[in-house]
């Protein structure tokens, strides 16, 4: 899988939220699914997000 993904700044719940709503609601449509068809795409599963979304780290190590 292919992962993409948003950058919000720092602090921004509002923009942050609102993405993550959005895609939701999106991602449970007929339109969704169309796209995942037309283009041979699946959707990431838990488990891919997990392997794939790098972890954060400070200076100090990993954020926990």
Do not use: I
């Amino acid at each position: 899988p292919v992962l993409n993904g948003f950058g919000v700044k720092k602090g921004n719940s509002e923009v942050k939220t609102a993405l993550e709503e959005g895609l939701k609601k999106y991602s449970a449509t007929p339109e969704y699914a169309a796209l995942l068809k037309k283009y041979n795409f699946q959707a990431p599963t838990p488990e891919d997000l997990q392997t794939l979304m790098p972890k954060a780290e400070s200076r100090h190590g990993p954020l926990l």
